[in-house]
């Protein structure tokens, strides 16, 4: 946690931003995210979360090896990564006094490839996962009930293509789990200016299902009668 980014910090923070960077990055990179979170939501602890292995390719961080990675070998690698993973969110979690419900994971690229995977792997971890130019390792085969998902990709992206935003999306409706997806046309693998503003927009605007089920579930006597 030593070289990770507090961007802000409340004295009882309401809720918690936590960012993680792509391949070959560190958490410098994630700050144009996290100041608008900031900015947008004053009562929330955000922080830009570096990962702690050296990249192969020389420069930056990693989250795990990209090094000879296929599709048949990256669901190991993610798992290898996933409790020293976990074990940070657990952490900022701690240290700021914030549930799981009122935690976001916000990732790019390989961070949120983690992001995705630690919240169907790890219960009670968190409420919303933002994925930005990411994916799904394995796609779920039931809906996680207290998570929403929000995806953005740009349609140039020609690191990972934007198809698996859309098929991640179709997947996650069928199972009526709760997602939001954007694809964005000319932007390639960033977080483009465009994004963040949608990112705001859907924190702001997208009531998460499990309210709806909630509401849907009260006690029918606790509900006005009309006649």
């Known amino acids: 946690m030593t070289q990770d980014i507090v961007v802000q910090a409340p004295a009882q923070a309401a809720q918690l931003f936590l960012l993680f960077h792509g391949y070959g990055a560190d958490a410098q990179d994630m700050q144009p995210l996290a100041k608008r979170f900031a900015d947008e939501f004053p009562q929330a602890c955000v922080v830009c979360v570096q990962a702690t292995e050296p990249a192969e ?7 795990f ?3 000879g990675v296929t599709e048949d070998n990256r669901p190991q690698r993610v798992n290898d990564a ?4 976990v074990s940070l969110i657990r952490a900022w979690q701690q240290r700021a006094g914030v549930s799981h419900e009122a935690t976001a994971l916000v990732g790019f690229s390989q961070g949120g ?10 219960g009670q971890l968190c409420g919303r996962v933002m994925g930005f130019g990411s994916r799904f390792v394995n796609l779920p085969t039931q809906a996680p009930e207290t998570v929403t998902y929000h995806l953005f990709h ?13 098929s991640a ?15 964005l046309p000319y932007i390639g693998h960033e977080i483009h200016p465009d994004m963040i503003d949608l990112a705001i927009e859907r924190l702001t605007t997208h009531l998460p299902k499990r309210f709806y089920k909630q509401v849907h579930e009260a006690d029918p006597g606790d509900s006005p009668v009309r006649h």
């Open 169 to 183: 999306a179709e997947h996650l409706v069928a199972i009526e789990a709760d997602v939001t997806a954007d694809v």
């Open 65 to 67: 090896p990209l090094q």
């Open 113 to 122: 490839i983690m992001s995705l995977a630690a919240s169907l792997q790890e």
């Open 82 to 85: 996933m409790p020293s993973f």
């Open 154 to 166: 740009g349609k140039s992206d020609n690191v990972i293509h934007y198809g698996h935003a859309v």
């Open 57 to 63: 390719a020389g420069f930056g961080w990693q989250w």
